[in-house]
């Protein structure tokens, strides 16, 4: 046997071992992270005061993954091209934004955690293959909803919503049953990925119907509605590349809508929509973002900083007032962008969405994506895109969901290859 062929062979495989034990750190990082960070946890199963413990240990994972992803070689080298300075710019402002606001502990806690959270996006799509971190997260997303239905049947003091507004709703692990229902959305568009790329039909059908009967019992209308447009989504895209075409420009018309959405409050002063003889307030959430609106003349250029407008207590406080109520929440991601960014960086992000459609659009022209990935991004930022409307997920720091479409969109942040990669070609059902 040639000695040098042992020597190579036996210097190697440790090599070879490490990555691989990499790998599957990095696998069930993210796994415990969709766990932890996916909402705040039942008081009984977690007591208030701890609840800082979720993130964490989301925060930890997340140290973790980018600690492991150093022994991974690179799947995937993005290239620094103006859409991935766009989305590194906006997130890099958001997180400098700190230094406008009261630079209060909590502030600077969140700053911190968007640019570790940056960078784990970054290490995750960069040393992981797409299904790979799909099947991850599917996995912490199943655990959830399987705990959240065993709540809800046999610990209906902490799986049954019983306060007079909700009474008789699910909940599960979740203080609240929008985050039950929001997560088994997700699991159910996952869920659809993964049956389209080759999981059997048992598991799959455990897994969505499961995910549904808790976003009906939930009574997420929404959520479940948004998910069945995504799923229906992703399978026309397979079916023609003119839909996955027009797909892509869809975060572009949201992102115009949400524009016009906030010029109509900024313009007319009121707290609701009115059409003809009907109101719209979407139960009070345009009372919250008639009042952030307002304050945008006091900090218009680059924002009351991120997590700087709600703990400001004259701001907190005089809705308060007002209402009766306050939630330290804008219920729309597009008005949390532009209030906490201000105008600079509502156009930086803007600005990135606009990037990310022309870049889908041009990978898609020159067959340089996996067609099944491609799908799946287009699919889930639109869930995303679509979900910031009556909910805030953008610059939310430690929830995974939100971090995995900082990471999608550094997907599309790569050259056109000189030899054209054929598209993945999937047969019509």
């Not at 492991?68 to 906006?90: C, E, G, K, W």
């Not at 997420?220 to 079916?239: D, E, H, K, N, Q």
């Not at 952030?292 to 900083?305: K, W």
């Not at 949390?336 to 969405?353: D, H, K, N």
Request: charged share 10%; glycine share 6%.
């Amino acid at each position: 046997m040639d000695g040098r062929a042992l020597d190579s062979s036996t210097w190697q495989a440790p090599g070879v071992e490490a990555e691989s034990f990499a790998r599957t750190v990095v696998s069930w990082s993210i796994t415990i992270n969709v766990i932890m960070s996916m909402g705040t946890f039942h008081a009984a199963l977690l007591p208030t005061e701890l609840t800082l413990l979720q993130q964490a240990v989301a925060l930890l994972m997340w140290g973790v993954l980018i600690y492991a992803s150093l022994f991974i070689r690179p799947r995937l080298r993005l290239a620094f091209n103006l859409d991935t300075f766009a989305i590194v710019a906006f997130y890099a402002f958001a997180t400098v934004s700190v230094f406008w606001t009261s630079m209060s502990a909590a502030s600077l806690m969140k700053a911190a955690a968007l640019a570790i959270t940056t960078l784990g996006a970054f290490c995750m799509i960069t040393r992981l293959d797409i299904d790979d971190i799909v099947k991850a997260t599917t996995r912490g997303l199943f655990v959830l909803i399987a705990g959240s239905a065993f709540c809800a049947v046999a610990l209906p003091d902490i799986g049954i919503d019983q306060t007079w507004m909700h009474k008789g709703q699910w909940q599960g692990v979740f203080e609240s049953k929008q985050t039950l229902g929001f997560a088994a959305a997700y699991l159910m568009f996952f869920a659809c990925y993964r049956k389209i790329t080759g999981q059997g039909w048992l598991p799959f059908l455990v897994t969505f119907l499961l995910a549904s009967a808790c976003v009906m019992l939930s009574e997420s209308r929404g959520a479940g509605a948004l998910s069945l447009v995504a799923c229906a989504l992703l399978l026309t895209s397979l079916w023609s590349v003119r839909c996955m075409q027009v797909y892509a420009i869809l975060p572009c018309v949201m992102c115009v809508a949400a524009a016009l959405l906030i010029l109509y409050f900024y313009t007319t002063g009121y707290d609701s929509i009115h059409v003809f003889d009907t109101t719209i307030d979407f139960t009070e959430r345009t009372f919250i973002w008639q009042y952030a609106i307002s304050h945008f003349d006091d900090a218009p250029l680059f924002g009351f900083g991120i997590n700087g407008f709600w703990t400001n207590p004259e701001i907190y406080d005089y809705f308060n007032q007002n209402h009766g109520w306050v939630l330290d929440n804008y219920h729309n991601g597009y008005i949390a962008v532009l209030i906490e960014t201000g105008f600079l960086g509502y156009v930086l992000f803007t600005a990135s969405v606009f990037l990310f459609s022309y870049k889908v659009l041009c990978l898609i022209a020159g067959r340089a994506i996996d067609r099944l990935h491609c799908a799946l991004i287009i699919g889930f930022v639109f869930l995303n895109c679509q979900t910031n409307f009556t909910e805030t997920v953008f610059l939310r720091s430690t929830m995974f969901t939100s971090v995995l479409l900082i990471a999608f969109f550094l997907a599309v942040c790569r050259s056109l290859p000189p030899s054209r990669v054929r598209l993945r070609e999937v047969e019509q059902p």
